[in-house]
């Protein structure tokens, strides 16, 4: 089932947080394919780092969305990266779906990505876009409701949940704003930020 908009916390850190241990679920004409996702960073109001720091812009409109929306945007000409919008309509703040424990369709995730090592199909945010192939056809969809990309409940209770600082970023680079499941050998990133 879906998560219900009503169910996420309107703030994106606690949104980021939250996410942890909630599924993934992409849909292809040939099966469905999901993941336990592990790791996240949220880009909160007004952070340097986020897309939505300078406003309202041709590129990030549904950052600006009800929370549950996802915002894909591409990076380095070769990855796309999944977020999801966090804040009331109009307000510009997104969590980076980082990492995924894949649970289904591992045989649509390894055709996509091209390798066969399970720990490496989605651990980080553009491997896990390339294995379920995210791209901007996806920009702006609604992740509340059951379509090609959506989010969904888990019976697994997460685990314990770490923060650290996040990833790859240099505005506003020591907020503790990177959530992940503790000992999970599919959150991305150094060890060091992984204890």
């Known amino acids: 089932m879906p998560l219900a908009r009503s169910e996420l916390p309107i703030d994106t850190a606690s949104l980021a947080r939250y996410l942890i241990g909630k599924v993934l ?33 041709p590129r990030n409109p549904s950052l600006f969305l009800e929370r549950g929306h996802a915002y894909i945007y591409f990076i380095y000409g070769r990855s796309c990266m999944l977020n999801v919008s966090s ?71 997460p685990g314990e949940i770490g923060q650290s600082t996040r990833i790859g970023i240099s505005q506003d680079a020591n907020r503790l704003l990177r959530f992940y499941l503790r000992k999970s050998p599919f959150v991305s990133g150094p060890g060091s930020l992984n204890e």
């Open 25 to 57: 679920v992409r849909e292809f004409p040939e099966g469905v394919a999901s993941g336990r996702i592990v790791e996240t960073e949220a880009y909160v109001v007004g952070d340097a780092a986020g897309h939505a720091y300078r406003g309202l812009t």
């Open 87 to 157: 804040e009331a309509p109009g307000i510009g703040a997104g969590v980076l779906i980082r990492a995924l424990e894949p649970l289904e369709g591992i045989p649509i995730m390894r055709l996509n990505r091209r390798i066969e090592r399970l720990r490496d199909l989605a651990r980080g945010p553009g491997r896990l876009a390339a294995a379920l192939r995210v791209d901007r056809s996806l920009d702006g969809l609604d992740l509340c409701r059951k379509g090609p990309l959506w989010l969904g409940r888990s019976d697994h209770e």
